[in-house]
């Protein structure tokens, strides 16, 4: 049980173009989900906090235009990177927190590289 | 703000032997500290995990200790094997909503 999955796994954009990553609890119900983003070698960087059915919470320093956050389901939150630059180019990784309120399951990540 | 410190970065041990790592955290809030092994290109996997009302516990070869009067948790891994090898990271939470994590420590086991 408690499986996240993540689509895609990797892609390769161009720059200005928008890119949609899609994370999804597959058996259970997860009202809140996260957004991390992960450079090589480094911890992980909480980017935003996903509800279900309200506005994301950002991180200081993340720009919630740039990096829009919709959770329309109880299983299913979206990231689009709007406008993507090569600084862009990253590790994203999302995570549904489980029922009991306390575990977090990762997806399996996203490698995005904007060219 | 919130952090949490984890000690060593990189820790390198021979197989069999005990593996150590330390954590110490700032928000006396805390009440829930996972840890996560995540192996190269791979998600990270909650391998164990505890609650502040215990002060121990063991799962097979990996124990994590709390102390929460100096805001300490420890992840102890017993006869290391060379599928350890991975960047392990400890976390602290408050009642499930933020989760602060830790710079990570990668665990080398040489065989």
């Known amino acids: 049980g408690a499986v996240v999955s993540q689509h895609p796994s990797w892609v390769i954009c161009k720059s200005g173009t928008s890119v949609k990553i899609e994370c999804r609890s597959l058996d259970f119900q997860a009202t809140t989900m996260f957004w991390y983003r992960q450079f090589p070698k480094q911890s992980l960087m909480l980017m935003a906090t996903s509800n279900e059915g309200s506005k994301a919470t950002y991180e200081q320093g993340v720009e919630k235009d740039k990096f829009l956050i919709n959770h329309a389901s109880l299983t299913l939150s979206t990231l689009t990177v709007t406008s993507a630059h090569p600084e862009d180019s990253s590790f994203y990784i999302c995570?549904?927190?489980?029922?009991?309120?306390?575990?977090?399951?990762f997806g399996p990540g996203t490698r995005l590289t904007v060219l | 703000g919130e952090n949490v410190e984890q000690h060593p970065s990189t820790l390198s041990v021979q197989e069999g032997d005990s593996a150590v790592i330390k954590c110490t955290y700032s928000d006396s809030a805390s009440n829930y500290f996972p840890w996560y092994k995540q192996e190269l290109g791979k998600r990270p996997q909650l391998i164990i995990d505890?609650?502040?009302?215990?002060g121990e516990k063991k799962d097979q070869r990996i124990a994590v200790t709390l102390n929460k009067t100096a805001k300490h948790f420890s992840l102890h891994i017993t006869e290391t094997q060379p599928e350890d090898s991975a960047v392990y990271f400890c976390a602290a939470s408050t009642g499930g909503f933020k989760t602060i994590f830790g710079a990570g420590t990668r665990l080398f086991v040489k065989a």
């Open positions: 505890i609650r502040s009302n215990v």
């Open positions: 995570s549904a927190r489980s029922p009991d309120g306390d575990t977090q399951y």
